[in-house]
């Protein structure tokens, strides 16, 4: 069966620290994989979306990024946290729609 | 791009029915989803629709489809306080879904 792995589950860094967050996704082959934020009291928004290794496509520019070094991991970086940067990462991977996605457990980044 | 809106709050009575609306706008959306979220959790898959269906049954869940009016809804049937969650619709474009912001469900015991 296929599962998806996001960590750490809580994270505080200081303003102007790097991030990098990871996800693993293990029982599949080339999934689209998917980064989300969920700012406190807002719905989701996505980040950046992934249809192969080394391909990722960017929906709002910001001080974040991304990479797809191997399949099935997927990372969301940032070379220096902005207090705005606050909020709920998801990760998430699909691979039909008829399948719709499945979620990671989430990241709570705390920018202080 | 799609716009998938939601209302933001509801609150119920434990037993009461529940209803959760969406709107989307790109009719050409092979499937529609209902996810669910718990407090400090991911999503979690609770049901989807064929657009070409109208209606679709599961246990306490009823998810309508009105394609042409593009208003989706989410029914649950003698809610219980474990229901109370945040509530996302979502759409299929391309390879991407698109949530609408999320309905958040306060069960009133």
């Known amino acids: 069966s296929q599962t998806i792995h996001q960590w750490p589950a809580t994270l505080v860094q200081p303003v102007g620290s790097p991030l990098s967050l990871e996800c693993t996704v293990e029982?599949?082959?080339?999934?689209?994989l998917y980064w989300y934020r969920q700012a406190a009291g807002r719905g989701l928004q996505l980040l950046f979306y992934?249809?192969?290794?080394?391909?990722i496509s960017s929906e709002v520019p910001q001080n974040l990024s991304a990479s797809r070094p191997q399949d099935r991991q997927f990372i969301l970086s940032s070379k220096k946290l902005l207090l705005s940067d606050s909020g709920f990462y998801l990760c998430?991977?699909?691979?039909?729609?008829?399948?719709?996605?499945?979620f990671g457990s989430g990241t709570r980044l705390t920018v202080v | 791009g799609e716009d998938v809106e939601q209302s933001l709050f509801l609150s119920v009575r434990e037993g009461d029915s529940s209803v959760i609306n969406c709107t989307y706008t790109d009719s050409s959306s092979t499937y529609l989803y209902w996810y669910k979220q718990e407090p400090g959790a991911g999503l979690q898959l609770l049901t989807y629709?064929?657009?070409?269906?109208d209606m679709k049954q599961d246990q306490r869940l009823t998810v309508l489809l009105n394609k042409k009016d593009k208003h989706l809804s989410l029914r649950i049937a003698d809610t219980q306080t474990g229901d109370s969650a945040i509530y996302f619709c979502?759409?299929?474009?391309?390879?991407?879904?698109?949530f609408g912001t999320g309905t958040s469900l306060t069960v009133i015991p």
């Open positions: 992934s249809v192969g290794i080394g391909q």
């Open positions: 979502a759409s299929t474009w391309g390879n991407q879904f698109y």
């Open positions: 029982g599949t082959s080339n999934p689209n």
């Open positions: 629709i064929f657009s070409n269906m």
């Open positions: 998430a991977w699909s691979m039909t729609a008829l399948n719709g996605y499945t």
